[in-house]
C-alpha cells in the first residue's frame, strides 16, 4: 500500500499503555501511518534526575515510544531495542538510569535540541512511525485534591506521597504556560483516527490535553475519537472512579467526548488482583450507559508475566492490556 493510502493513526498518552498499544499498532505498519504524541510532564526515576540535572526535556515517555516503534525484524534491531530499554541497577549515579535516556540526553547535546534528537534517534531505531512530543516548553503537572492538598510535579501525583489513598484529583493543570508542538497539532488535524490511551487518565492522557491548544484541536478534528479504558484504579487518583467518570473527566478537558470506548470484560489473574487489592486498588468499574459513547467490549488484557527491570525504583502496573488484541480492536474501527 502507497503512504498516501495509509490511513493516519495518532496515539495521545504517554508511558507503559503507549508503548503496549504501539507495539501493537506497527504491526500494520503497512496499512496506517503512526505517530505518537508523548506526554513531557514526567518528572520521576531516571527521567525526572536527567531532568534536573540537565535542564533538557524529559526522555522517558518518549524512550518508551521509539521503542515500541522500533524495528524487530532482525537479531541486530532487537539488541538495539533491548539497549534502549535497558535499566543499569549498579554502578552509582548510573544505577536506575536506562541507556536510552541516557543516548537520547548526549544526542540533545550533540545535536542541540530535543526535537533533532528525537528524530536522530527514530533513525536509528528504524522506528514504524513518529514520535512528536507534546510541548517543547518545560512544565510540570498540578494536581489540586478533594482534600484541599496540591501535588505539583508528575512524579508527586503517581506515587501519591502528598495525599491518601481514597483522595482524587479536582483540578489538573500545568506550572507555567505550556502552547502545543506544532507538529502535534498538525498530526491531530491530519488524523483519521485519534487514540487516547491506554494510561493512567490524569498523568498519561490528560497531561497532554491540558497544553494549549491541544483540547481546541481534538474538538475540531474530524477524526475518530476512541479512548481505552484504564484496567485498575490508582491509588489517589482514581479509587471509585469508573468508566462514567472516565469519559466525564476527557468530556471536561477536552471538550467533547470521544465517539468510542475500548473497555476490557475479561477477568483478572486472581492472585494479580489480589496485589493490587492489597494496596488499596480495584478493577475499574464499567459503569458507563450513556448514548454519547459507543461502547466496545471484549478480552484487551494480557496473560503473561509482567517482567519488572532491575534497578527500577518507581511502581509499576502488573495487570496491562495485550497490544495485539487492543491493536485490532482499533484497526477494526479504521
Do not use: W
Not at 239 to 253: A, P
Request: proline share 2%.
Amino acid at each position: 500500500m502507497e503512504n498516501a493510502e495509509k490511513r493516519r493513526v495518532v496515539v495521545l498518552g504517554g508511558g507503559t499503555g503507549t508503548h503496549t498499544l504501539l507495539s501493537g499498532l506497527k504491526q500494520y505498519g503497512d496499512r496506517i501511518d503512526i505517530k505518537a504524541i508523548v506526554t513531557m510532564t514526567d518528572s520521576g526515576g531516571s527521567t525526572g534526575r536527567l531532568r534536573d540535572e540537565f535542564g533538557y526535556l524529559p526522555v522517558g515517555d518518549v524512550r518508551m515510544a521509539l521503542t515500541a516503534l522500533a524495528k524487530d525484524t532482525d537479531e541486530s534491531s532487537n539488541i538495539l531495542r533491548e539497549l534502549f530499554l535497558y535499566r543499569f541497577d549498579r554502578g552509582g549515579e548510573l544505577s536506575g538510569h536506562t541507556l536510552g535516556n541516557l543516548f537520547l540526553v548526549a544526542l540533545t547535546d550533540i545535536l542541540g535540541s530535543e526535537e533533532s534528537a528525537i528524530r536522530m534517534a527514530s533513525k536509528v531505531l528504524a522506528t514504524c512511525g513518529e514520535v512528536i512530543p507534546v510541548t517543547t516548553d518545560a512544565v510540570h503537572l498540578v494536581a489540586e485534591y478533594n482534600n484541599g492538598a496540591v501535588a505539583s510535579s508528575e512524579h508527586l501525583i503517581d506515587t501519591g506521597e502528598c495525599v491518601g489513598r481514597e483522595s482524587t484529583i479536582t483540578h489538573l493543570t500545568c506550572s507555567g504556560h505550556a502552547e502545543a508542538n506544532p507538529y502535534a497539532l498538525r498530526a491531530i488535524s491530519d488524523a483519521d483516527v485519534i487514540v487516547l490511551g491506554p494510561g493512567d487518565i490524569y498523568t498519561s492522557i490528560l497531561a497532554n490535553c491540558i497544553v494549549g491548544g491541544v483540547a481546541e484541536a481534538l474538538c475540531a478534528s474530524g477524526a475518530k475519537l476512541v479512548y481505552v479504558a484504564n484496567l485498575m484504579s490508582r491509588n489517589g487518583q482514581t479509587n471509585g472512579m469508573g468508566t462514567h467518570e472516565y469519559l466525564s473527566e476527557i468530556k471536561r478537558y477536552v471538550g467533547k467526548f470521544p465517539e468510542y470506548m475500548i473497555v476490557n470484560t475479561a477477568p483478572f489473574r486472581p492472585d494479580l488482583l489480589e496485589a493490587y487489592r492489597g494496596e488499596g486498588e480495584h478493577e475499574a468499574l464499567h459503569n458507563y450507559s450513556g448514548r454519547e459513547t459507543s461502547v466496545i467490549e471484549g478480552d484487551f488484557v494480557a496473560q503473561d508475566d509482567v517482567m519488572l527491570a532491575k534497578g527500577d525504583v518507581l511502581k509499576r502496573s502488573l495487570i496491562r492490556h495485550d497490544s495485539h488484541k487492543l491493536a485490532h480492536a482499533i484497526m477494526q474501527l479504521i
